[in-house]
């Protein structure tokens, strides 16, 4: 089955061309389903390539997926083409005003994880629509900067500068292979890293809470879930594109910054090759996953959901 987005969306065309199952306002209505309504709050600078990244991921399972995105209203976004947030996003806020309940939530990374939390102009409201999603939302899907950012606010686990920057693709192990979101996962599987923070993994360890699903030595922890998978939180990027680590390597060289080459990411760590993807299909299989968690746990009338 498709994901619900707008015709006039920039990754319609694409979707469509790639073979994932995109659906339109007008087809979906025609069918006696209810589809899985799911938000996405796109913290991202990079709009559209994130935009891509996650529907394609969602669009690869048999469930209908309605896509409502979000982005906060008290931060000006740079980046978006003129008039794409105002045309297919709505604030957070909003979301709260109106009392609109999802199946699952969405919260990206962002590139402020190395200011304090507070600092972040668009603090208060992420902390407001991250206390909704406890009552509203039936699992959040916390990621890289995002998942920080929850477990910050739920659970006030605070986050440490690295080094170096954490950056490649890297190995992660499987602690419960019996979870619902590693249905099919080998034991060790490839997952690209792009970061200059840690979670705390004691404070981690410490919160009766708290599972810590997969980490390494190397990395550190890597999925922590909460309340049944209610909460989920992902320190890196499962959803990143072939060439997502190779842009961000080339714009920090640009500027000038002091940035290593991807670790295991090009082949003989050459940049001038085309990268290797290996983490395409744990990928695809993790995103499927929670689809299928949300849909088979969330119940059927969104006014039930309760903490």
């Given at each position: 089955m498709p994901i619900k987005i707008p015709k006039a969306l920039p990754a319609y065309e694409a979707l469509s061309r790639e073979r994932v199952f995109v659906m339109t306002e007008d087809r979906a209505e025609s069918q006696d389903i209810r589809p899985l309504k799911v938000g996405i709050l796109n913290l991202m600078p990079t709009t559209l390539d994130t935009e891509m990244q996650l529907l394609r991921l969602l669009g690869s399972s048999p469930l209908q997926v309605d896509i409502t995105f979000l982005n906060m209203g008290s931060h000006k976004s740079k980046n978006a083409p003129p008039g794409h947030l105002e045309r297919f996003y709505i604030s957070?806020?909003?979301i709260v005003c109106l009392k609109i309940r999802f199946d699952g939530l969405i919260i990206t990374g962002a590139p402020v994880e190395t200011l304090g939390f507070e600092e972040v102009d668009y603090w208060n409201e992420l902390a407001h629509i991250i206390d909704y999603s406890e009552k509203n939302v039936f699992s959040c899907l916390h990621i890289c900067w995002g998942a920080q950012a929850g477990l910050y606010r739920r659970y006030k686990i605070p986050k440490m500068p690295l080094d170096k920057k954490l950056f490649g693709i890297f190995p992660h192990g499987v602690k419960e292979?019996?979870?619902?979101?590693?249905?099919?996962f080998d034991d060790e599987f490839l997952a690209p890293q792009s970061r200059h923070t840690t979670c705390d993994r004691d404070a981690i360890a410490a919160e009766p809470r708290l599972s810590i699903l997969s980490e390494t030595p190397e990395e550190g922890v890597f999925i922590v879930t909460a309340r049944g998978g209610r909460e989920i939180y992902v320190t890196g990027h499962l959803e990143y594109d072939p060439l997502t680590l190779d842009?961000?390597?080339?714009?920090?060289?640009?500027?000038?910054?002091?940035?290593e080459v991807p670790k295991n990411y090009y082949p003989d760590n050459d940049p001038s090759k085309e990268p290797l993807v290996r983490w395409r299909a744990h990928a695809h299989l993790f995103f499927y996953n929670w689809l299928n968690y949300v849909?088979?746990?969330?119940p059927y009338n969104l006014e039930e959901l309760h903490e």
């Open positions: 957070a806020e909003e292979h019996h979870h619902s979101l590693f249905r099919g842009r961000e390597y080339r714009r920090d060289i640009a500027k000038g910054l002091p940035i849909y088979q746990e969330t």
